[in-house]
């Protein structure tokens, strides 16, 4: 090989080994969204949907324990009755899970409506949880069975 | 020109330097290689945990048992989910149960309550066969940090758990019929 050809082919061979270390240190600081680990997103919005589920959960016991509440204190009761027990004994419960969970949730918040065969609370506030990219919001309606 | 002996020197010295080339390029990739697999395990892991988390609000909406309720004269059938047997803890047999008798009495029956909620092997088995793992603990503390329960199918589930494998700890907290909070700590070991 002449000295030429061994110049070019020093330069080249130089020159991808620069262009490969280049690469592999600048890759995580390209411009664009951030960088995760494969799943890692998945599993952000999973534990975000957990704890979300932990919160409804509570609130599910803690409507169901309001009424129990409710038909202990009453003798004969009227469904008007029960509702408006009801009420009042979710309200103080509520006081719990608003300290458990950093909430700020009212009685004024909900709309129950009574059937023959449950009670319904819709909320129409929204409760959110918030993370690096997720901001997951869910409403802490309950259903129970009269 | 060179000779036949340069030559072959000459080529020697090209092979070296590109060994060299490729050897560098080859550890460059495997470090980097290297990095992103220890992140994606640690993410594989959290995946498993964060699954298994699932479960344990999946075990606590589950139902444990079918109950007869007594109820304005009638008898219906009620399904009994494992969060509210799990929030019997503080009621006492026959003290405190007051407008549980029917629930107590059933709990008495299936061997699930003496005076109080009772780690006995009818416990435990009705968790482990809804649950389907061969090792879990489960502790419950009162709003105050004071444990107040405390059931395993495992003596010393932190030291076996080194040495056999996966092992997670995932917690909540769920109401009592009394207005009292409890923390429930469950650690599993597969």
Redesign the interface.
């Known amino acids: 090989m002449n000295r030429k050809g061994v110049a070019i082919l020093s330069l080249a061979a130089i020159g991808f080994l620069v262009a490969i270390v280049l690469f592999y240190s600048q890759v995580d600081k390209l411009p664009g969204n951030q960088k995760s680990y494969l799943g890692e997103a998945e599993v952000g919005l999973f534990n975000t949907y957990i704890a979300a589920e932990k919160e409804l959960l509570y609130i599910d016991l803690m409507a169901e324990y309001a009424l129990q509440d409710s038909y202990e204190q009453l003798e004969l009761y009227s469904s008007k009755e029960v509702l408006e027990k009801f009420q009042d004994n979710f309200q103080t419960r509520l006081f719990n899970f608003n300290e458990i969970y950093h909430r700020d949730l009212m009685l004024e918040d909900y709309q129950f409506t009574l059937d023959d065969k449950s009670i319904k609370g819709i909320s129409s506030k929204e409760l959110n949880i918030t993370s690096d990219n997720i901001d997951y919001k869910f409403k802490p309606n309950f259903r129970i069975s009269l | 020109m060179k000779t036949k002996k340069g030559q072959t020197e000459?080529i020697f010295a090209?092979l070296i330097?590109?060994l060299i080339?490729i050897v560098?390029?080859v550890i460059?990739?495997g470090v980097?290689s290297g990095e992103?697999e220890i992140?994606?395990s640690?993410?594989?892991a959290?995946?498993k945990n964060?699954?298994k988390?699932?479960d344990l609000?999946t075990l606590?909406?589950s139902p444990a048992m079918q109950v007869n309720q007594e109820k304005e004269g009638l008898s219906e059938v009620r399904n009994i989910d494992f969060?509210?047997l799990f929030?019997m803890v503080y009621l006492n047999y026959p003290t405190e149960q007051?407008?549980f008798e029917w629930l107590f009495n059933d709990f008495i029956d299936r061997g699930l309550v003496s005076d109080s909620l009772s780690c006995e092997s009818n416990f435990k088995d009705l968790i482990t066969e809804t649950l389907g793992y061969t090792s879990w603990s489960l502790r419950f503390y009162s709003f105050t940090g004071k444990q107040i329960f405390e059931c395993d199918n495992l003596d010393n589930l932190r030291k076996y758990a080194i040495a056999n494998g996966y092992y997670a700890k995932f917690n909540?907290?769920?109401?009592?019929?009394q207005?009292k909070?409890i923390f429930i700590e469950m650690e599993i070991v597969e």
């Open positions: 000459d090209d330097i590109a080339f560098i390029t460059i990739i980097k992103h992140g994606t640690k993410i594989l959290s995946e964060t699954l988390n699932m609000l606590l909406r969060a509210e929030s007051i407008g909540t907290t769920i109401p009592s019929p207005g909070d």
